[in-house]
Nanobody, 121 residues
């Protein structure tokens, strides 16, 4: 089983910064992509940013230049540096990992429990 544990969320004033972390643990062969999603009440979960094991990144158009995703493969940890936060960034952020459980198995997605980010005006 794989567990994703997120940290770093909280309350920040508009214009401030937060750094989210997500560490994967458990038994698995490898992790392909890792990423961050967010979901506002009543809306679908949307991709914020993703990063492959090789370091290639993908960002939602709305966050380009404002957020930076990075990854420490040795620690199975992904980070999301969020700068210049706005009140509309307030929501729950979820970590995702595309995990290969064993050498001969297909990858599957795992999710963290979510971390609340609240930006006050």
């Amino acid at each position: 089983q794989v567990q994703l544990v997120e940290s770093g969320g909280g309350l920040v004033q508009a214009g401030g910064s937060l750094r989210l972390s997500c560490a994967a643990s458990g038994s698995f062969f490898s992790i392909n992509a890792m990423g961050w999603y967010r979901q506002a009440p009543g809306k679908e979960r949307e991709l914020v940013a993703a990063i492959t094991s090789g370091g290639s990144t993908n960002y939602a158009d709305s966050v380009k230049g404002l957020l930076t995703i990075s990854r420490d493969n040795a620690k199975n940890t992904v980070y999301l540096q969020m700068n210049s936060l706005k009140p509309e960034d307030t929501t729950v952020y979820y970590c995702n990992a595309r995990v290969v459980p064993s050498r001969w198995s297909r990858s599957r997605d795992y999710w963290g429990q979510g971390t609340q980010v609240t930006v006050s005006s």
